[in-house]
């Protein structure tokens, strides 16, 4: 069974600092990752993902991720955060094949971006 | 597009009685539906894989006499809380895949919150 971390539980963030979220996962084959955000009061949505291909991936917003293999990470940065992207942050994998596309979420990431 | 609602919202029953919540794809045909539960400051917790025209696959330490899984169409999922208890109160979410690829993506429905009293 595959499982997530996600090291940082609450982020505190000035307008325009750059954003960099920790996601590490385990897992014995391939998988797809994600990156979920939940606004508040909204549902979940999808701001990126991997799946083969090209180990940077950009998103919607101008977030980002990349797929570091050997570190078995995934981790979202953003160069520059706006107050609207106060939110929490999921990472989510899911087996690459097999397994019924069943996502496994890390307990997330509490950003607030303070003006 | 890839919109999925759920309904209620929210609900608050007593104790012993059943609550059901709806999960619609409204543009487009979901061959998988998946409900998930969050509860307070924690993450997603998988409960069950809903296939359409079959019976659920529910996730282990999951009782599928308590939760019911109905998937009768391509655009509609249902789970039924039955003889609900205050440790059932969560927030209950489901997502729907379009296909059969595993490289599909999963959307999300916007959650209903359940309250047992």
């Known amino acids: 069974a595959q499982s997530v971390s996600q090291h940082n539980h609450h982020v505190i963030l000035s307008e325009a600092a750059s954003l960099e979220l920790g996601c590490n996962y385990s897992?014995?084959?391939?998988?797809?990752l994600f990156w979920y955000v939940q606004y508040p009061g909204q549902h979940l949505q999808l701001l990126l993902k991997?799946?083969?291909?090209?180990?940077l991936v950009k998103g919607i917003k101008g977030f980002e991720a990349e797929f570091i293999k050997s570190k078995f990470s995934f981790n979202l940065r953003k160069p520059s955060v706006q107050w609207s992207d106060t939110a929490e942050y999921f990472c989510?994998?899911?087996?690459?094949?097999?397994?019924?596309?069943?996502?496994?979420f890390g307990t997330g990431t509490q950003l607030k971006v303070e003006l | 597009g890839a919109v999925v609602s759920q309904h209620p919202s929210r609900v608050i029953c007593k104790s012993g009685t059943s609550v059901k919540i709806e999960c619609r794809s409204l543009?487009?045909?979901?061959?998988?539906m998946f409900w998930y539960r969050q509860f307070p400051k924690q993450s997603l917790m998988l409960m069950a894989t809903?296939?359409?025209?079959?019976?659920?696959?529910?996730e282990q330490g999951v009782e599928k006499d308590k939760f019911l899984i109905n998937h009768a169409s391509l655009t509609l999922s249902t789970l039924t809380v039955t003889s609900a208890h205050p440790e059932d109160s969560s927030f209950y979410i489901c997502?729907?895949?379009?296909?059969?690829?595993?490289?599909?993506?999963?959307?999300f429905g916007p959650g209903t919150r359940l309250t047992v009293l």
């Open positions: 991997y799946f083969s291909g090209d180990p």
């Open positions: 897992y014995g084959g391939t998988v797809n």
């Open positions: 997502s729907a895949r379009e296909g059969e690829v595993s490289t599909d993506t999963q959307y």
């Open positions: 809903s296939n359409e025209g079959s019976k659920a696959t529910y």
């Open positions: 543009d487009f045909q979901a061959t998988t």
């Open positions: 989510a994998v899911s087996p690459f094949t097999g397994g019924g596309n069943k996502l496994t």
